[in-house]
């Protein structure tokens, strides 16, 4: 069954938030250091302070009740999903997922021109906002995959279009291999390619240069993974607890992960963690973290893949032709890991050229 959700945060929570903020205990920090040691307090301050005192959650709650917004349940574990249908009745279906620390918010400023040719169907993955939380352990990329292939599968869309970055450049992919029959095709604009010593490729001195970030990666885990990994029960006490915690903790990819031509306007950040403070999600969207499958998926349907220059790693094309059968590569100077934010217009008109490269299937609603 598929029941209609409207967004309404109780006021009573938006209050306990600001009373949280104005009581925040400030650590002391070294003077000069930058951002040596975390994330700099006086910005920090200045996010927190702008959250308390300008920031408007019910503007974002209207401008996000706009659209169509569902819930159902899959596999004992509601999801909520956004659906926006195009006005062109041949339109090719599109499931679109985000990663983390972002939320189906991360596709506000791409569905108008998406939508010009394709449904839309922006669910929320378990654990994730109003998806959220987690009932049981388990919930790894592909179990979520089989979960969007049973969601599209009670929408009516037979043959549909997968669309994914980080979490959800792996889901996209396992999407594409657990449902091949229906998935004509995934686009990543993620995918990390590791090295492979037995790869018979011939490889540029870009690429190179490329594998020298992602070996540094690999050997040193970046905090926030390894702790989400190992530990997101003691890691989701400080960021249920603390609004300032959940705020800098997500705050803090969205500084190093984007492209400093492209930056992320704050109250679009500020939204983003407000989605997670108050739907008490950060524990169980760090699950995800412990419960994905290592290691890459077979994904035997086309694959398009946008490399956004500024962006955690950059694949290598040699590596993942060996993996995936890639019949669309981009490379962009501008953009980082929150494409769809950053370059709505370049993410747009890519995933668009892609899947309009596939041509002939075609899904209409059941």
Same mark, same amino acid.
């Given at each position: ?99 983390? +620390? ?6 506000? @400023? =791409?569905?108008?021109?998406? /939508?010009? &040719?394709?449904? #839309? *169907? ?69 995918? +990390? ?6 790869? @018979? =490729?011939?490889?540029?001195? /870009?690429? &190179?240069?490329? #594998? *020298? ?77 412990? @419960? ?10 086309? *694959? ?63």
């Amino acid at each position: 069954m598929i029941t209609p959700f409207r967004i309404d945060i109780p006021q009573a929570d938006l209050d306990d938030l600001g009373d949280r903020l104005s009581r925040t205990r400030w650590p002391d920090e070294l003077p000069g250091v930058g951002w040596d040691y975390g994330f700099p307090r006086k910005r920090l301050q200045e996010l927190a302070e702008r959250w308390r005192d300008s920031y408007d959650w019910r503007a974002y709650e209207d401008r996000l009740n706009e659209f169509d917004h569902f819930t159902t349940e899959i596999d004992g574990q509601t999801i909520h999903f956004m659906h926006v249908r195009s006005s062109n009745p041949d339109a090719l279906p599109l499931i679109l997922t985000h990663g983390w +620390p972002g939320s189906f918010l991360e596709f506000l @400023d =791409v569905i108008e021109p998406l /939508s010009r &040719e394709h449904h #839309l *169907v922006i669910p929320s993955i378990p654990g994730y906002g109003f998806s959220g939380p987690t009932t049981e352990p388990g919930w790894g990329t592909t179990r979520i995959a089989r979960a969007w292939a049973e969601l599209m599968d009670r929408l009516g869309y037979r043959r549909y279009g997968a669309q994914g970055g980080d979490f959800g450049a792996g889901i996209s992919l396992a999407l594409g291999a657990v449902a091949a029959e229906s998935v004509v095709g995934v686009h990543v604009n993620y995918l +990390p390619t590791r090295p492979d010593p037995d790869a @018979d =490729v011939a490889l540029t001195e /870009s690429d &190179e240069a490329r #594998l *020298v970030t992602v070996r540094h990666m690999m050997a040193n885990r970046p905090p926030y993974q390894a702790l989400q990994a190992a530990t997101p029960q003691t890691i989701g006490y400080a960021l249920t607890d603390s609004p300032v915690a959940q705020l800098a903790w997500i705050a803090e990819r969205f500084a190093h992960w984007t492209d400093p031509a492209t930056p992320v306007d704050d109250d679009r950040i500020l939204t983003d963690v407000s989605l997670y403070w108050l739907t008490a999600t950060a524990a169980s969207s760090a699950r995800l973290h412990h @419960d994905t499958e290592r290691g890459s998926v077979r994904c035997p349907v086309p *694959v398009g893949v946008a490399v956004f220059g500024h962006d955690i790693t950059l694949s290598i094309r040699p590596l993942a032709q060996r993996l995936y059968d890639i019949r669309h590569w981009s490379e962009f100077d501008r953009g980082g890991h929150f494409a769809a934010m950053e370059v709505p217009d370049l993410f747009a008109a890519d995933v668009g050229e892609f899947f309009g490269s596939l041509g002939a299937d075609r899904c209409l609603a059941g």
